[in-house]
């Protein structure tokens, strides 16, 4: 499976980006998704994930409230939809596919990431 991400830019706090994911070579069905973003010095960390069906969701505590996962798989698209946007937030956003998303999801259980899309966060 190939993944594209997209839909990153440059946004003022309290904005909102909605990034895309989309898959091609294979049945995006099949597989969980998991969304991560890695800043300049940091590691990648989870930002959310959601199971094959959609019917499992989960999200990293700094994000929860703000940031919504959602999946068609139809158009073998995933998406996150970012409201309340913070500096924080600023990173390189990939998403990549695995077989499940567990509450103890991490960036080990996910691969075929795709190039990244840049969130800037910013005044």
């Known amino acids: 499976v190939q993944l594209v991400e997209s839909g990153g830019g440059l946004v003022q706090p309290g904005g909102s980006l909605r990034l895309s994911c989309a898959a091609s070579g294979a049945i995006l069905d099949y597989y969980a998704v998991g969304w991560f973003r890695q800043a300049p010095g940091k590691e990648r960390e989870g930002v959310s994930c959601?199971?094959?069906?959609?019917?499992?969701?989960n999200y990293a505590d700094s994000v929860k409230g703000r940031f919504a996962i959602s999946r068609d798989n139809a158009k073998k698209v995933v998406y996150l939809q970012m409201n309340s946007l913070r500096p924080e937030d600023t990173a390189v956003y990939y998403c990549g596919v695995g077989a499940w998303c567990s509450s103890s999801w991490s960036s080990a259980d996910f691969g075929a990431w795709g190039q990244g899309t840049q969130v800037t966060v910013s005044s």
């Open positions: 959601i199971s094959n069906s959609g019917g499992t969701r």
